[in-house]
T-cell receptor, first 112, second 115 residues
Framework: AQSVTQPDIHITVSEGASLELRCNYS??????LFWYVQSPGQGLQLLLKYFSGDTLVQGIKGFEAEFKRSQSSFNLRKPSVHWSDAAEYFC??????????FGPGTRLSVLP | DADVTQTPRNRITKTGKRIMLECSQTKGHDRMYWYRQDPGLGLRLIYYSFDVKDINKGEISDGYSVSRQAQAKFSLSLESAIPNQTALYFC??????????????FGPGTRLTVL
């Protein structure tokens, strides 16, 4: 069975600092990986997705993620965090013919 | 107007009451999903539907039922609500015709409290 872990429940960074949110997955075949963001009181918005090809994926709002098969990871990064990035971030895995499995989420707080 | 809408946005009810949460979409997608979100658990799939005649149980379907009234409408019912069904509920859609691994589009959520 596929599964997703996000080791960090809550991360606090200062505005302008770099950010890395961790995501590890368990799946026997090639995974299809996603990062979603949930702003307070909002639904989930897709930041980026990886299906195949280049392992460094660019997304919206200046985010990127790198797929590392050897580490079963798909970490999300941003070089300079803005106060508006404060939100909850979910990593998810999907595969052919089946449904998404979401990680538990990482809540990001941004200090001014 | 939002592509995926959910009504109501907030609901407080009592134990034992029947509750229906509704989801409508204007995206023309064939697939629809219901999830619940609990702190520290992420989103868990309750039911999903790949077309009007196709309904499938997800990870946590006990205590819930669904109805796909039309391609654009997918309702979630709690026949007899209990306090541990207090959660944030999300509806989502996706489009099979664009591939199996598509992005899911989410509604704004319904916050349900069962007293």
């Amino acid at each position: 069975a596929q599964s997703v872990t996000q080791p960090d429940i809550h991360i606090t960074v200062s505005e302008g600092a770099s950010l890395e949110l961790r995501c590890n997955y368990s799946y026997g075949a090639t995974p299809y990986l996603f990062w979603y963001v949930q702003s307070p009181g909002q639904g989930l918005q897709l930041l980026l997705k990886y299906f195949s090809g280049d392992t460094l994926v660019q997304g919206i709002k200046g985010f990127e993620a790198e797929f590392k098969r050897s580490q079963s990871s798909f970490n999300l990064r941003k070089p300079s965090v803005h106060w508006s990035d404060a939100a909850e971030y979910f990593c998810a895995i999907g595969n052919y013919g089946q449904n998404f499995v979401f990680g538990p989420g990482t809540r990001l707080s941004v200090l001014p | 107007d939002a592509d995926v809408t959910q009504t109501p946005r907030n609901r407080i009810t009592k134990t034992g009451k029947r509750i229906m949460l509704e989801c409508s979409q204007t995206k023309g997608h064939d697939r629809m999903y219901w999830y619940r979100q609990d702190p520290g658990l992420g989103l868990r799939l309750i039911y999903y539907s790949f077309d009007v005649k196709d309904i499938n149980k997800g990870e946590i379907s006990d205590g819930y039922s669904v109805s796909r009234q039309a391609q654009a409408k997918f309702s979630l019912s709690l026949e007899s609500a209990i306090p541990n069904q207090t959660a944030l509920y999300f509806c989502a859609t996706s489009d099979r015709t664009s591939g199996e691994y598509n992005e899911q589009f989410f509604g704004p959520g319904t916050r349900l409290t069962v007293l």
